[in-house]
């Protein structure tokens, strides 16, 4: 496919950042999160599977969206059209697919066949 967008789930229609420091009970201010933020709250070396694991299917199904994500949604639909393609690549817990799944079916169900999950986002 030509002049195919792909947008990315996580930072960009939802918000995982501010999800995950609120299930973990942490705070950091916007301006000072890492990309490894979850060092910032703690779960750094041996404890890195304790961030990741507790995550499980309601917590990924019930992300918000972000401030900006529907208005930046709008914006490259009206480029793109029926050419926008979600791609997220999940953590390797349980639940983490079926929770954005999930989250896709919810809140964006027309886009249930325009999804692909996997690792590999630099080959889209």
Known sequence: MSNVCYIDLDGCLTDFVGAALAFHGAHIPPTDVRWDFSEQIGFAGDRAADFWGSLGRPF?????WT???RELLRAVEDRFGENVVLLT???DTDGCVDGKRDWVR???PAY???LMVGSAKGLA
């Open 60 to 64: 990924w199904r019930d992300l918000p």
């Open 67 to 69: 401030h900006e994500g």
């Open 89 to 91: 690549s999940p953590c």
């Open 106 to 108: 919810s809140h964006l």
């Open 112 to 114: 249930r066949r325009r």
